[in-house]
């Protein structure tokens, strides 16, 4: 585990590591990153001592078709750990966020390597971000994030959020392809999404829908107005 009071991107750090071979389960916690980075590249605001940010090396054996699910199960994880620190469950908005009510109280960016011969899996980094001690947010984010203490008013030990996470990642990984349809269901439980109308984003188009549940990748089933 490396601990590190500042850093660009723990992710970014991971996979520097990875590919001079550091084994399954290399971790990296930072106090600070200074381009914490989301999905669909965006930014991950990652003051300084406010934030959990986290990332996990993994190497499974399996081929990358067969890891589709495995950033759903990573968000059945961390909600799992923010639980067992704060006494209540975040929702799951699909693929991967944490939210309370609307609000985003964390994000999963999750990153998989190929061998380029092979076309095997060489590794995965799940990188987590989870707002834990601000009181408030930047005018920008202000409508759309949360944090554990806005949410349970607690204090948040961050250590034994870490330490939960690392442990339900632990959990997570022996899971990965024996258990994959508890704990999908567990998802599907958990999950926000299911029931409510979305916008599909897909190569530059835009489509409304209605999301029913989740399939056996974890892929969201939608309706489209037309009943397909
Ligand atoms: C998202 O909201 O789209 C995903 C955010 C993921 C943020 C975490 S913080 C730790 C790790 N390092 C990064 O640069 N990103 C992830």
Partial sequence: LHVMDSVDSTNNYLKALAAQGAPDGTSAIADRQTAGRGRRGRSFFSPEGQGLYLSVLLRPQAHPDQLMHLTAMSAVAASRAVASVCGRRPGIKWT??????????????????????????????????????????????REIATSIRMECGAPVDRCALAAALLREFARMEDALMTQRSEWLQEFAENCVTI???????????????????????AELLVTYPDGT
Avoid: W
Avoid at 104 to 126: C, N, W
């Fill in 195 to 217: 029931g409510s109308d979305v916008r599909i984003l897909r190569a530059g188009t835009e489509r409304a829908a209605h999301a029913d549940g989740i399939g056996p990748e």
């Fill in 96 to 141: 991967n966020d944490l939210v309370f009510g609307t609000r985003k109280l964390a994000g999963i960016l999750t990153e998989l390597s190929v061998v380029a011969e092979t076309m095997e899996t060489d590794y995965v980094v799940v990188g987590i971000g989870v707002n834990c001690t601000q009181s408030a947010f930047p005018e920008e984010l």
